[in-house]
């Protein structure tokens, strides 16, 4: 048996870029790259949401998912969807992003939780069969992250 932890569901109230909502179940047989971001996190604005959309033009022809989870735990406010909605258009992101739905009464939304993340930007590599293989806070470089897809691709499963 495997020492990888099954990847829990999303809860999401909203999504941009996509038709259909997403979820693990739907996404099985694809490599997940799943993106923890915040519009107001400078390493979210340099680094993670660009490293994302550059994964989704490489890859998702390859049959990887890469999907953006706004995670919202800090400046509520500020960051509404409809605030969302042009930061997306405006940073030119084209893969799908989910808002994690809050949770009431505390400051950290649903997924997030489910996730035990530490903060933006978080990267979590979904494999095919839906285990957590990767879970990193903070910056990865691009070579490492399309390395790590690229095997998760190459697996059999």
């Keep these: ?13 909203q999504w ?7 979820d693990l179940v739907g996404l099985r047989g694809r490599v997940i790259a799943l993106h923890a971001f915040q ?14 959309e550059r994964l989704h033009q490489q890859f998702a022809s390859d049959g990887v998912a890469v999907v953006g989870l706004h995670t919202v735990f800090e400046h509520h406010e500020a960051m ?12 030119r992101v084209t893969h799908p992003v989910g808002v994690d739905a809050a949770t009431p009464g505390q400051r950290i939304p649903a997924t997030m939780q489910a996730y035990g993340m530490q903060g933006t930007p978080t990267l979590v590599l979904i494999d095919r069969v839906g285990r957590i293989r990767r879970q990193h806070f903070g910056r990865l470089d691009d070579l490492t992250v399309g390395a790590e897809v690229m095997r998760l691709l190459c697996e059999k499963f």
Aim: hydrophobic share 45%; aromatic share 8%; charged share 5%.
């Design 80 to 91: 509404q969807p409809v605030s969302l909605q042009a930061f997306l258009h405006e940073f």
């Design 39 to 52: 519009m107001l996190c400078p390493g979210c604005v340099l680094h993670g949401v660009p490293q994302a």
């Design 1 to 13: 048996m495997s020492h990888h932890p099954a990847a829990p569901a999303w809860q999401v109230t």
């Design 16 to 22: 941009f870029n996509t038709e259909m909502p997403l």
